[in-house]
């Protein structure tokens, strides 16, 4: 909410929140998402989902967090579809598909990627030893849906964060399940201010190589050590910076499917369920080991919030915001206020704690909910010094102009009604492509999307 200052730096977090698709839908496609998996089939209202992402963008700018946009994917993937050998025309693509296969056309049309938690994982400038932002784009093996996104995940980052002098852009790894990456929504930096040197908290579900053997028996684990390790790589962080954790295994079965459902950091502060790691006690020293400031741990016990509560409110999945006064908002969906074992937890346990969060904001993002992505899935947290925001391409930092142009585009190009059966429709095709053309020239990121370089 105000600028850092750090050596003249002038650091703040932006986050980047990604705009909902227009073929937004509940497809119920993430194997381990509870969510996801209890509304599949239900109708969904597009509209009213990008609209709602862009009423929590709008509030947090006016409160004075800055705030970035990232445009939705191409959907439907019609090239998928032609390279696993449906032929044709666009209707007759469609249509085949839906016959033949209606589980891949509800993957080539998934909405997922407005979840940009997923889209890459970030290390500032601050912290590397070149001086640059870094960037990887999470290869998201783990769900054929999601394994479509990060070609145009890397477009569009390397189109925004163009300026090579300042911002350094990775490969995603190997899409193997050996390398399994599901980006920032896996990884928390910690440090005593945005402008500070911090610490990165990577976790993860299971090893590939080695291990003992002690994983989740009911859902997958999407992250895998050796992929956490191999951004930190990528990144130049050294031993000193980093800290590798193991997630709960019975937290992963509950439906934990990444560490920001059960876990947010912000600064100094991580706040956390008792089921989040493995080892508590042992990441907590290392965390205190490797950290220039205390750590300041903020712990939810189980009696007072169990896991199916943490699950269905999302409220780790919440985003933990820095304010002029040393204070922190905490951003909740309001799911939060609806389970009131968690209700009670953020009035008697959060706010009446010893700990920086003074506040709680609630945002409606039901939309996204159903699907199983909270406020702090929405967004990608990306450090910058007030050059490195100065050499951002394209019109993507938030004001009340591109808030009512975005608005306004919504509006126009947008249905209120979307059912999985509708997925088939060639004009929804059509309107998609029209409407994210419209896109990239209002945000002035020029052609990332597949059938803009045809």
Request: with cysteine; charged share 20%.
């Amino acid at each position: 909410m105000t600028d850092e200052r750090q050596g003249g730096l002038d650091v703040r977090e932006v986050n980047f929140d990604g705009l909902v698709g227009p073929t937004h839908n509940y497809s119920g496609l993430a194997h381990g998402n509870v969510a996801s998996m209890t509304h599949e089939g239900l109708v969904a209202n597009p509209r009213e989902a990008a609209l709602q992402g862009l009423e929590k963008m709008k509030s947090l700018m006016e409160a004075g967090y800055a705030q970035g946009v990232l445009p939705p994917q191409q959907r439907p993937d019609l090239g998928a579809l032609r390279a696993l050998g449906f032929d044709g025309d666009n209707a007759r693509v469609l249509s085949r598909a839906a016959r033949e296969a209606p589980q891949l056309l509800r993957a080539v049309c998934s909405a997922s990627s407005m979840w940009t938690a997923n889209a890459a994982t970030v290390t500032p400038s601050v912290d590397a030893a070149d001086g640059r932002v870094h960037f990887t784009p999470a290869n998201l093996q783990s769900s054929f849906h999601r394994y479509l996104e990060p070609d145009t995940t890397g477009r569009v980052l390397a189109s925004i964060f163009a300026d090579e002098a300042r911002f350094a852009h990775h490969p995603a790894l190997p899409a193997t399940p050996a390398f399994a990456d599901e980006g920032a929504a896996n990884h928390t930096r910690l440090c005593a201010s945005h402008g500070e040197a911090g610490v990165h908290l990577y976790v993860y579900g299971r090893q590939a190589f080695g291990g003992d053997g002690v994983e989740p028996r009911r859902y997958p684990a999407r992250q895998t050590l050796e992929a956490s390790q191999a951004v930190a790589r990528q990144h130049g962080l050294n031993e000193a910076q980093t800290v590798f954790a193991q997630q709960h295994p019975e937290a992963i079965d509950a439906g934990v499917f990444h560490n920001d459902v059960i876990a947010v950091g912000n600064g100094p502060v991580l706040l956390y369920h008792e089921m989040a790691f493995r080892d508590e006690e042992g990441t907590l020293e290392a965390l205190r080991a490797s950290m220039p400031e205390p750590l300041i741990p903020v712990r939810v016990p189980r009696e007072a919030v169990s896991l199916d509560d943490a699950v269905a409110s999302y409220l780790f999945n919440s985003q933990l915001l820095s304010n002029p006064d040393g204070s922190m908002t905490l951003v909740v969906p309001g799911e939060c206020q609806e389970r009131e074992a968690v209700w009670r937890c953020i009035q008697d346990h959060l706010l009446a704690g010893n700990n920086p969060i003074g506040e709680v904001v609630v945002k409606d993002v039901k939309q996204s909910m159903r699907n199983g992505g909270g406020p702090a899935c929405l967004r990608l947290r990306v450090a910058l010094s007030a050059e490195e925001r100065a050499a951002l391409s394209g019109r993507v930092l938030l004001d009340e102009a591109l808030h009512g142009e975005l608005t306004a585009w919504v509006e126009r190009h947008y249905r209120d009604r979307l059912a999985p059966a509708d997925l088939a429709d060639p004009q929804l095709a059509e309107e998609t492509l029209a409407a994210l053309d419209e896109l990239t020239r209002i945000l002035r990121i020029g052609s990332v999307y597949p059938f803009q370089m045809a």
